[in-house]
């Protein structure tokens, strides 16, 4: 079936670090593929997509590359401020969205 | 405009008893989907209805149902809750079916807050 498999936290960093959290995906077919933020108390926000091989999503600093050959979709940034603190999910969809288990981040200052 | 919107925002019920989740889709929307988010873990699907017919089911009990009305907004309703249905209930709204095309974006609400004691 399909699944997401996302790096495991909680991760801290300090302020302007650079940032990734890894993201694997087993699917039947071509998904798209999404990364979602859920900061404390609030639903989740869509925060970038892919839809094809080697397409690149991008949003407020962060990237990621669709990698068929390793069926990765890690999320990066170069440099995190305090506000990044939140859970972020992988996910993708097939015929609905299936999550990742979520990785809680916190940037101190 | 409005995004999605759920109600109520938190509530807190018995074992035994009965639940009921509505989900107002931002406007134009004709697809809502419902998921739930068990504290610590990502969000499970538990219903897809598109112009008011169910078009998709997770993995769950009968006790959970839903359905859509003609204004597009949805229930989702759960009977004889268990302490294990506590969680984050989360609405979705899109304009199209939800995974059938790249193009289709999937907007969620905050999400209601279900304790079950």
């Known amino acids: 079936g399909n699944s997401v498999t996302q790096m495991e936290g909680p991760v801290t960093l300090s302020e302007e670090a650079f940032l990734t959290i890894n993201c694997t995906y087993t699917?039947?077919?071509?998904?798209?593929l999404f990364w979602y933020v859920q900061y404390p108390g609030e639903g989740l926000q869509l925060l970038l997509k892919?839809?094809?091989?080697?397409d690149k999503g991008s949003n407020k600093g962060f990237e990621a590359t669709y990698r068929k050959e390793t069926t990765s979709f890690h999320l990066e940034k170069g440099s995190v401020q305090v506000s990044d603190s939140a859970v972020y999910f992988c996910a993708l969809t097939a015929q609905k969205l299936v999550f990742g288990q979520g990785t809680r981040l916190t940037i101190n200052p | 405009d409005a995004g999605v919107t759920q109600s109520p925002t938190h509530l807190i019920k018995t074992r035994g008893q009965h639940v009921t989740l509505r989900c107002s889709p931002i406007?134009?929307?004709?697809?809502v989907s419902w998921y739930q988010q068990v504290l610590g873990q990502g969000p499970q699907f538990i219903f897809q209805?598109?112009?008011?017919?169910?078009?998709g089911r997770g993995n769950f009990p009968d006790r959970f149902s839903a359905r859509q009305f003609p204004n597009y907004s949805s229930e989702l309703n759960v009977n004889a809750l268990l302490l294990g249905d506590s969680a984050l209930y989360l609405c979705?709204?899109?304009?199209?079916?939800?995974?059938?095309?790249?193009?289709?974006?999937?907007?969620f609400g905050e999400g209601s807050w279900l304790t079950v004691v």
């Open positions: 406007s134009g929307h004709k697809s």
């Open positions: 209805y598109y112009e008011k017919e169910e078009r």
């Open positions: 699917a039947t077919g071509y998904p798209s």
């Open positions: 892919a839809t094809k091989a080697d």
């Open positions: 979705a709204s899109s304009f199209r079916i939800q995974g059938q095309d790249s193009g289709n974006t999937i907007y």
